[in-house]
């Protein structure tokens, strides 16, 4: 197959079976007040609007009260349920808990590794938090790789070690307290929003009362074998690129990052892209292709208010210079042009020209 050969004559479709090996069990009230905007209200201003009050009392519970609100999540690994104990001061733990993640976090992304991530692969969860992403891959059927889980933020590093070390995965997990960026150091970390884990942001000049992380690249590591790699690094994306540029070479991994849309920050949103098709590869938008009133459409990254057990999982190929036309934190899938024939062998090319109502 051509570098050309998906270049908008093509998407890609692969009827799939959802996987969510996670089943909340008890969330601290705590969480639940946290959650009760979110569940209630589809759109953030009305999330934003009627659930201040809420918001407010989540982060002066976490600022003033020294108990810990613990929750337990049931974990299935090789037909076991394990269950786990978490810290419910991290908001991050709502891919358990929020309505909207009823079927699964992120399920897209989370199926598109699932099918991608080879039974003996090497999988890098960069900005993994508590670990979401790690565990889903370790409980794959079958599963002896290995993945590396990448947490510079010091609270949520103590989380993911917890989890891992509870799930008994410590042989498969290896845990990373280090912000993966372009060169070695140190950084500042900080939360925007004072409370939100999952949005974590690096930056690297010092400031009086942020955090400061130990930074590395990732081609210091010198891994010898990646298969996939899961980036969600709030807009560092094009800084752990630079620093991995001979590891992407060499491994040429396929890729699945998160890429925000900044109006004001063109370079930020570009960059990334632009880098990685620089080093020989393509661009795909993540989504499912659904059927209303006998016509299909595509579902992309917004919120799914009718999740389906089984699902067509599809890939729409864009160049960088489109991304500005697409969703705002959108899920990029990135595949080096030597390994489609990977992608090829699992999903069926349909030509963008024939009609979507057309059988797949």
């Known amino acids: 197959m051509t570098k050309n050969s998906f270049e908008m004559k093509s998407f890609l479709v692969r009827d799939i079976q959802r996987r969510n090996p996670f089943q909340i069990e008890y969330v601290p009230w705590i969480d639940k007040v946290y959650s009760y905007p979110v569940d209630h209200y589809s759109s953030l201003a009305r999330q934003a609007l009627f659930g201040a009050p809420n918001f407010l009392l989540f ?61 003996d692969g090497v999988f890098l969860d960069i900005g993994s938090n508590w670990g979401w992403f790690s565990l889903f891959v370790s409980s794959k059927a079958g599963f002896h790789g290995q993945v590396h889980a990448f947490e510079p933020f010091p609270s949520s590093f103590q989380d993911l070690r917890s989890i891992v070390s509870q799930a008994g995965l410590a042989e498969t997990v290896n845990c990373h307290e280090v912000a993966l960026s372009d060169q070695a150091g140190e950084v500042s970390m900080f939360l925007p929003d004072k409370f939100q884990s999952g949005q974590a942001i690096m930056q690297e000049k010092k400031s009086t009362g942020r955090t400061r992380i130990r930074s590395q690249t990732l081609d210091s590591l010198a891994l010898q074998k990646i298969s996939m790699i899961k980036m969600d690094v709030e807009g560092s994306e094009a800084k752990v690129i630079r620093g991995a540029t001979q590891t992407l070479a060499r491994c040429r991994p396929m890729i699945v990052m998160e890429n925000g849309r900044h109006f004001s920050e063109i370079k930020k949103t570009l960059d990334p892209l632009f880098l990685l098709r620089d080093l020989g590869y393509l661009f795909f938008h993540i989504g499912w292709r659904r059927k209303d009133q006998g016509k299909y459409y595509f579902l992309g990254d917004d919120d799914d208010s009718n999740p389906q057990k089984n699902e067509q999982l599809c890939l729409v190929p864009f160049i960088p210079e489109e991304r500005f036309l697409r969703a705002n934190g959108m899920n990029v899938f990135a595949c080096h042009q030597d390994r489609t024939d990977v992608i090829q062998s699992l999903f069926l090319p349909v030509d963008c020209a024939q009609s979507l109502s057309a059988k797949v």
Do not use: M
């Open 59 to 119: 982060w002066l519970y976490r600022k003033i009260i020294p108990i810990i609100p613990r929750g337990t999540f049931h974990f299935k690994l090789d037909g076991c349920d394990r269950q786990i104990i978490f810290d419910g001061r991290n908001t991050q733990f709502s891919a358990l808990y929020f309505k909207a993640y009823s079927a699964g976090y992120e399920a897209h992304t989370a199926a598109l590794i699932d099918l991608l991530v080879p039974s």
